[in-house]
């Protein structure tokens, strides 16, 4: 059997149980075993897999609504590539275009309008491992998501810049990751040419949060899909492909599907009759402080605080439970990044009597979607958004 | 002189420019601390999946049944393309349902 050699790099830090290692969480079963790792330009982050790069922020760093760079989570499907020179890189545009064109970086800053957008990048997969009953997959907890400023050139300019021919239906994307083996399928992605054109805030993005990204997260560019779900935000992008038919390419047709209901879900343990791709977030919120079993006194006041976010049609309300969702009352929504952006919140409240409390927190946005009390359910594990709780003690 | 010092610094700026344009990262290896359990199979389970992944995306799994150990594995030749033969197959779904499935 082959083996892997231990004891070198990150894990020299320590052996399980042994001083040195930092582990995610004991509380937490769905974290348990799992250490706290620093990848190249990253923090210490939450492990899920090693190979692909798979990693998990702390939930702590979801109190602010902008996710630092390096508090980012990862997620390849295949090896990411470990190497970019920008003095070769160049991002191809072509097929059913009128000039086939190749962007450096360069090109991108400087012969392009620079658009923003504050969005949301969260893994279809996120929580899958609380999903009942369980689901094969990257069992994430609720970390695999994270909010920025993106900043770039406004994907439809670059499409403008190539002239589109008649006719064209689809956008793929491919970026520099590679497949460990040529039988299996590239990552690649894509979207119609009316999603693109449609939308002045589907970016290619060279800086997050002001910085040029992290390799792992997409140096030197990235696909920005504000309101999706991040399979579609394609990193290290390097080609751009413009079809005059319908894409099928695996990663499109039979990787990321959802049911083919309103809810995206069906009967827990049942399989769907029809299946379509992913495309839009569910609207979520989050208790991020206080932490799930901690211990706040009777009598003094706290601010419970947290973040909601939806698919871009913007936070209206978060409401917070402090009775197990017998009565709910609205928290205070902080400051508007604008829509696709994490809305930060906060609720004053003090623990009259020595207990445990269950603390819920729901989220509606302006088009009426809410949360449910109970978890809907699909096999792939995605879409989650249920009425999360965190736990506290009262003494 | 003045003329060699003044070369050797251009080059300098010109190494230094180039490196500004090159990002390079080294990934860790993979968690040793997720090593499968010893038994038969575990060789063929190792040495196949590996290919694609490291061993915590099997050790982390949730411990499912037979059927959904078999599928699972099913889908990973058929939907992933991974280059396992008919026999061995077999041999790691058996070695999963028996080690990480339900008890």
């Known amino acids: ?395 | 002189m003045a003329r060699t010092v003044v070369v050797i610094l251009l080059t300098l700026v010109l190494v230094g420019a180039a490196r500004a344009q090159k990002k390079s990262i080294r990934l860790p290896e993979d968690n040793p601390m997720a090593q499968l359990k010893p038994g038969p199979g575990a060789e063929a389970t190792h040495d196949h999946c590996f290919i694609c992944h490291s061993t915590d995306y099997i050790v982390r799994q949730p411990r499912l049944d037979a059927k959904h150990w078999q599928a699972e594995v099913n889908k990973m030749i058929k939907v992933f393309g991974a280059p396992i033969s008919e026999s061995d197959a077999k041999a790691i779904a058996d070695y999963l349902a028996k080690n990480y499935g339900t008890q």
């Open chain 1, 1 to 395: 059997m082959a083996s892997v050699a231990a004891g070198a790099g990150i894990w020299a830090r320590g052996t399980p149980g042994g001083p040195g290692l930092a582990w995610a969480a004991d509380a937490n079963p769905l974290l348990a075993g799992r250490p706290l790792v620093r990848y190249p330009q990253k923090t210490d982050l939450i492990l899920l897999t090693s190979r692909p790069p798979q990693l998990e922020t702390p939930m702590k760093y979801f109190e602010q609504a902008i996710t630092p760079n390096d508090a980012f989570y990862v997620r390849y499907h295949i090896y990411p590539p470990t190497e970019v020179d920008l003095s070769t890189w160049r991002l191809k545009v072509g097929g059913h275009v009128e000039h086939p064109i190749e962007l450096s970086r360069d090109d991108l800053q400087g012969k392009f309008t620079r658009a923003s957008v504050a969005a949301v990048n969260q893994c279809s997969g996120n929580g899958r491992g609380y999903f009942s009953p369980r689901v094969f997959g990257g069992q994430w907890a609720n970390g695999a998501m994270g909010n920025a400023h993106w900043s770039g050139v406004r994907l439809r300019d670059i499409l403008t810049t190539a002239g589109v021919k008649p006719g064209a239906l689809d956008v793929t994307f491919d970026g520099l990751d590679e497949p460990a083996s040529p039988s299996i399928p590239d990552f690649v992605k894509s979207l119609s040419v009316s999603r693109i054109m449609d939308d002045p805030d589907v970016l290619i993005a060279y800086q997050m949060n002001g910085q040029p990204l992290p390799l792992l997260n997409g140096f030197p560019a990235r696909l920005i899909v504000p309101g999706w779900y991040s399979t579609y935000w394609v990193k290290n992008l390097s080609q751009i492909t413009v079809l005059d038919h319908a894409f099928d390419g695996f990663w499109m047709r039979k990787a990321y599907l959802i049911p083919d209901t309103p809810c995206g879900c069906v009967e827990p343990g049942t399989a769907p009759a029809h299946a379509v791709p992913i495309t839009r977030m569910k609207v979520r919120s989050f208790i991020i402080s206080p932490e799930d079993g901690a211990r706040v006194r009777v009598g003094r006041p706290i601010t419970l605080k947290g973040i909601a976010f939806d698919a871009g049609y913007g936070i209206e309300e978060v409401a917070v439970s402090t009775d197990q969702g017998e009565s709910w009352r609205r928290a205070q929504l902080g400051r508007d990044l604008g829509n696709y952006s994490f809305r930060e919140w906060s609720f004053d409240w003090t623990a009259r009597r020595a207990g445990v409390y269950r603390l819920m927190v729901r989220a509606t946005n302006r088009a009426g979607e809410s949360q449910a009390t109970e978890p809907l359910w699909n096999p792939a594990g995605y879409m989650r958004n249920v009425i999360e709780h965190v736990d506290v003690r009262a003494e």
